[in-house]
């Protein structure tokens, strides 16, 4: 690396850095990313795994980021149907907050906005009769249905990383950016292993810094170049509790504050509860619900539900922080999670590109985005392709998982039942590389509890940056939840005896 000069270097492994990294390889560019931690260790494996146009937006009258959002939602749904599903939500009617038409009127735009192709439209619905109805307290009669998409939020980063490394990047994990030099024709950046602490000097002709919470601490401490943007640290929290109940779709619930809380089936045997919006200003990467943020989710669930939740049924939290782009509003609830881009290419040497906000719907359109603010200070043009392009496991006969769960039960009809479901959803159409040749339950390797078998810490090893258990238990995969503690501590073992066997 230290013989030639990298056309980008792309600061930050979250969906924003892997995305532009992804965008950049597949127009020809030579591209290095590296990201201080794992890949999607803290923003983008923190969010409430949705991929949607973000309804309540639009009583912020922010349809340009709505319709925006709701575009990619199509295209996105299209490019990764193993992680990527729609989902039915509820919203039931609350006579003291927003009236029945205002409801109405915006889920008409929500439905028109973004051109909606291949999803349900939203509909008025009798919840003393609908399914949906059953677990909510008895004074909710009236409510709306409408569609939305869930994610895989930590395979969506890594996925955008597999094809960019595909398509010729250099995918460097625990990599730390700690200076550069900006001179006249390339940045001369330093990079540390965080591993063994070996630096070396890479030269790049551009660099975006995608470092999420740590854009103005990169631009500040580590670039010496402060821009007059600025980032709004706001920290989402989420509680996962036993499954609240059995139908599969979700909940919109509306708080008096005027924001919204979502319950989603989550795992099968739980419920997803979030999210928060607090103020945050220590180390993002310390992140942690509080014990107010976790009653206040418990009581927007305990608003609604016959069943309701206390802090002692949390079985797991997590939070993270969002950058988002500071547009001086009051109130955190209400900054945009819209993204601006800031391209500093003047006369002053090689150029570079901050990154500051987004959302994880958004994250593809960013990328095209940045691509065309850079195509001038790098002189390359090319087309952007990532629309029309799946991502690795993507390809599923007629986007149909069920089908291709089938094929894999035929094809090894040795795995455990709802083994070849799991893995569908984690990894579609590349399980059957992760599966190799094995022609017998045992020739997937020792298991470790659940459906977890070493052939899949392999694949991740070999295939998706995953070092620890922590890679693995909870962020490319949920199985955290459904491990015996044992089996967490068996895990790491067995990448501690990887590392040790170099």
Not at 98 to 120: I, V
Not at 220 to 235: A, E, G, Q, Y
Not at 413 to 441: K, N, Q, V
Request: with cysteine; charged share 25%.
């Amino acid at each position: 690396m230290q013989q030639e000069t990298l056309d980008l270097l792309v600061i930050g492994g979250g969906i924003n850095g892997t995305g532009i990294a992804r965008d950049a390889a597949g127009r020809g560019l030579k591209v290095l990313l590296c990201e201080q931690d794992d890949l999607g260790a803290h923003t983008s494996s923190a969010s409430t795994k949705l991929i949607h146009g973000g309804l309540r937006y639009l009583e912020q009258h922010n349809y340009r980021l709505v319709r925006k959002a709701l575009k990619e939602r199509e295209v996105l749904l299209q490019s990764a149907p193993h992680i990527i599903w729609p989902l039915r939500f509820v919203i039931p009617h609350e006579s003291t907050l927003r009236p029945r038409w205002l409801l109405r009127a915006g889920l008409f735009l929500y439905d028109h906005l973004g051109g909606r192709r291949s999803m349900p439209p939203s509909r008025g619905i009798d919840l003393r009769t609908h399914p949906a109805g059953r677990p909510l307290k008895p004074g909710f009669s009236h409510g709306f249905e409408y569609s939305d998409c869930w994610v895989q939020d930590s395979r969506l980063v890594v996925l955008n990383a597999m094809d960019a490394s595909r398509r010729g990047a250099t995918i460097r994990t625990r990599t730390a950016c700690i200076a550069a030099r900006r001179r006249d024709t390339h940045w001369e950046v330093d990079l540390r292993d965080q591993r063994d602490r070996h630096c070396e000097t890479v030269h790049a002709r551009a660099l975006v810094n995608a470092a999420g919470p740590w854009v103005e601490h990169i631009l500040r401490d580590t670039l010496h170049t402060p821009r007059p943007r600025h980032v709004r640290l706001i920290k989402g929290s989420h509680i996962v509790v036993p499954r609240l109940y059995t139908h599969p779709m979700a909940y919109t619930f509306q708080r008096p504050d005027g924001r919204l809380v979502f319950t989603i089936p989550y795992e099968g045997r739980y419920t997803l509860i979030g999210t928060t919006d607090v103020a945050h200003d220590s180390d993002p990467a310390n992140a942690t619900i509080t014990e107010e943020e976790t009653a206040y989710l418990c009581d927007a669930v305990n608003q609604y539900l016959v069943n309701g939740v206390s802090p002692a049924d949390v079985v797991w939290s997590f939070a993270g922080v969002r950058p988002l782009y500071d547009d001086a509003a009051a109130q955190a609830s209400r900054v945009t999670r819209d993204y601006v881009l800031d391209l500093d290419a003047g006369t002053a040497g090689a150029p570079l590109l901050s990154v500051f906000g987004g959302k994880l719907t958004t994250y593809r359109r960013l990328a095209e985005d940045a691509l065309a603010l850079l195509q001038a200070p790098l002189r390359h043009r090319a087309a952007p392709w990532t629309a029309g392009s799946r991502l690795p496991g993507g390809d599923l006969p007629s986007n149909d998982q069920d089908q291709y769960a089938r094929h894999l039960d035929t094809d090894f009809p040795f795995l455990p039942p709802g083994l070849a479901t799991r893995l569908t959803r984690h990894y579609g159409s590349e399980s059957h590389t992760l599966l190799g040749r094995a022609g017998s339950l045992g020739e997937l390797g020792r298991h470790f509890g659940a459906d977890l078998f070493e052939v899949e810490l392999r694949y991740l090893r070999d295939h998706e940056w995953a070092e620890t258990a922590d890679d693995v238990l909870w962020r490319r995969t949920r199985l955290g939840l459904h491990l015996p503690r044992a089996s967490h501590g068996a895990v790491a073992d067995w990448f501690a005896r990887q590392r040790a066997a170099g």
